[in-house]
């Protein structure tokens, strides 16, 4: 079964850091490109940082300068890495995949994990 799982979110005061992770499982052979979006409080579901295999990377205007993503496709895992913190920041994190294609040539155009929250607030 492909899936995507995400760790590392949590509560943490304004001006903090926090480091997130998303794994990809089930044989998968390759991956287009990882990111991460967030939904916060009231909000719709928006772009945070995207990176292709190629090491591409694409950021939302209000994280650049404060989070920074990286990517390990070998091992089919991405990261992002958070800091200076602000409450606006509070949201679900949900990892998402892009063009995934399974050692079977099973292909899945997109990708989500359940999500993770983070909560920042004093």
């Known amino acids: 079964q492909v899936q995507l799982a995400e760790s590392g979110g949590g509560l943490v005061q304004p001006g903090g850091s926090l480091p997130l992770s998303c794994t990809a499982s089930g044989s998968i052979y390759s991956i287009y490109s990882m990111g991460w979006y967030r939904q916060g409080p009231g909000n719709g579901r928006e772009l945070v940082a995207t990176i292709t295999s190629g090491g591409v990377t694409d950021y939302a205007d209000s994280v650049k300068d404060r989070f920074i993503i990286s990517g390990d496709y070998a091992k089919k895992m991405v990261y992002l890495q958070m800091s200076n913190l602000k409450p606006e920041d509070t949201a679900v994190y949900y990892c998402?995949?892009?063009?995934?294609?399974?050692?079977?040539?099973?292909?899945?155009?997109?990708?989500w994990g359940q999500g993770t929250l983070v909560t920042v607030s004093s």
């Open positions: 998402n995949a892009v063009n995934a294609v399974t050692i079977s040539m099973n292909r899945y155009p997109e990708l």
